[in-house]
């Protein structure tokens, strides 16, 4: 059977076992550079796949440029050795291949790197206190940026919430289909609560107008928010807040988990509320209940402090 066959069956299966969408594109995108590498040294056969064939293929990435011609990190390069395992485990499990030659390859080591550019609290508490909430995207953007520092959300988890995601009588947010497709439920604070309860309630209903729809964060035409402009209003505002650093919605998500640690949060607690870490961590732990969630955002994140 062809590679393309192969990867189309290989695809079919991670939607069947609801992956997501980008992770299915991801993994397409990582084996094609397999397959590249394949063609180039003429093995059409997956039999003859070999882990010695594998292990040069981690060599060959290692020195492959990125689409951008810059060097391709440790993240970049496991992510496509990640794919490649996935493939051949689906391979020998469907009785493609009698044995798993990806099994014994190692990833890479990850250098275990500090966040860049995390907002000290007062740069954050800078940006946020200054955008105009006098118009509807005003209020809107201070609106995200409250959730985004409270919550530590992804870009993504972000726009793919819904006004039923949002529970203000106790102050949670729903946030469905996470990375991992894991859901999750995280506490909001007072004043990310106080905040989406009036674009709720007299914000959203401007920006929506006569449409219909239940996502909750909405552009000036009343259509769901794309990931272009999210990023683009947090550099936006930390710009006009003088704050130098490079800021993007990943940075407000390291900025939280930072000051809650700074602030002696246990690491438990932060692991919870972002979504973080692997099924190997969570389970040496005791699931911990969204009370204790709570109470812990409330005592640790200094926007409680306020």
Known sequence: MKLDELLHRFQGDL????YSAR????????????FQFLEQR?????????????????????????????????????????????????LKVEGYLASDPAQGIEYAREPRSLPRNV?????????????????????????????????????????????????????????????????RVTPLGQIASRFLETYVNGIRPQLLGQ?????????FRGNPIDAHSVGDLVKRHAKLARVKKHVTPHVWRHTCATHLVKNNANLRHVQDLLGHGSLATTERYLRLTITDLKEAHARFHPREKS
């Open 42 to 90: 003429q093995i059409t056969d997956i039999q003859s796949v070999t882990s010695a064939t594998l292990a040069d293929f981690q060599r060959w990435v290692y020195y492959q440029p990125t689409k951008q011609g810059t060097p391709r990190g440790v993240l970049n390069q496991n992510g496509i050795l990640a794919a490649v395992k996935s493939f051949c485990r689906f």
């Open 119 to 183: 907002l000290t609290p007062q740069e954050a508490k800078r940006i946020i206190e200054a955008v105009d909430t006098t118009t509807v995207l005003g209020y809107r953007d201070r609106t995200i940026l409250e959730v985004l520092y409270a919550t530590g959300i992804r870009n993504e988890e972000l726009r793919n919430l819904t006004v039923a995601d949002v529970n203000l009588e106790e102050g949670l947010l729903r946030v469905n289909h996470g990375k991992g497709a894991k859901d």
């Open 23 to 34: 992770t299915v594109t991801d993994y397409g995108y990582n084996l094609a550079l397999l």
């Open 15 to 18: 939607q069947i076992r609801n």
């Open 211 to 219: 449409r219909h729809g239940d996502r909750l964060f909405l552009s």
